[in-house]
């Protein structure tokens, strides 16, 4: 199952780049990097990944609630709307704890929200359960 699927991962911190990649490549995944927000948005319009792996805090605090934004509900990348997203972040704290009283809580709100260290059988476990959502995987 896993073997087609890309996952993009966005995150400044280079270590944890490779320990995921390591991880999600030991299970078949092919993995794509990306060093900041920018670069992200990039890659997802260039490798059109099926999950995306996104960090918060990178060149600024809320770097990974702008990307989540942008692919979620900026027309440029309409046709990237439906990859699921997994932010993994060292914010204990989910968007919607965090910000409880957000009139645009849902343009930042991720698919699936994780904290940072990683609890490996439940990055693993979310890794898969996004892979049941993302659009390339339903289609096969």
Do not use: W
Not at 74 to 101: G, H, K, W
Not at 117 to 135: N, T
């Amino acid at each position: 199952m896993s073997d087609s699927l890309k996952i993009l991962i966005i995150d400044d911190d280079q270590d944890y780049r490779a320990s995921a990649r390591s991880l999600l490549e030991s299970q078949g995944y092919v993995v794509l990097e990306a060093d900041s927000g920018r670069e992200g948005l990039r890659k997802v319009v260039e490798q059109r990944p099926d999950i995306i792996v996104l960090d918060i805090m990178m060149e600024c605090d809320t770097e990974g609630y702008g990307v989540n934004q942008a692919i979620k509900y900026q027309d440029a990348y309409a046709d990237y709307r439906n990859i699921p997203i997994v932010m993994v972040s060292s914010i204990d704290l989910t968007p919607d704890e965090r910000f409880p009283m957000a009139g645009e809580l849902d343009m930042i709100r991720p698919d699936f929200y994780l904290t940072k260290p990683l609890d490996i059988p439940k990055f693993l476990e979310v890794v898969q359960r996004a892979a049941a959502h993302c659009p390339s995987h339903r289609e096969a």
